[in-house]
């Protein structure tokens, strides 16, 4: 059973940074491809980065202000996330997946969501 838990949301205000982590139960957590998604009200869920051996990618939305990384010893992947913007509040979700790709379809496991608020 793989479980992916969430940590590190929170409020914050505009050009500030939080940390995510999502602690993942996966043997082969290397083999994985470990994403990060987003939902904001009422929009769809939406790609933000992920990551499998040192081999990142990101939406175009962020690239340059988060920076997601994987500890394999930790089984853990963090979004780091910087000059925050209030169109980043949202709640997000951590994703594990075999294949590599940027849509909801290519990842298995789903952590509950952590909120992220962005305040103006």
């Known amino acids: 059973q793989v479980q992916l838990i969430e940590s590190g949301g929170g409020l914050v205000q505009a050009g500030g940074s939080l940390r995510l982590a999502c602690a993942a139960s996966?043997?082969?957590?290397?083999?994985?491809?470990m994403g990060w998604f987003r939902q904001a009200p009422g929009k769809e869920r939406e790609f933000v980065a992920a990551?499998?051996?040192?081999?990142?990618f990101y939406a175009d939305s962020v690239r340059g202000r988060f920076t997601i990384s994987g500890d394999n010893a930790e089984n853990t992947v963090y979004l780091q996330m910087s000059s925050l913007k209030p169109e980043d509040t949202a709640v997000y979700y951590c994703?594990?997946?075999?294949?590599?790709?940027?849509?909801?379809?290519?990842?298995?496991?789903w952590g509950q969501g952590t909120q992220v608020t962005v305040s103006s």
């Open positions: 990551t499998r051996s040192g081999a990142s």
């Open positions: 996966i043997r082969t957590f290397s083999t994985y491809v």
């Open positions: 994703a594990a997946g075999i294949i590599r790709g940027s849509s909801q379809r290519h990842y298995d496991y």
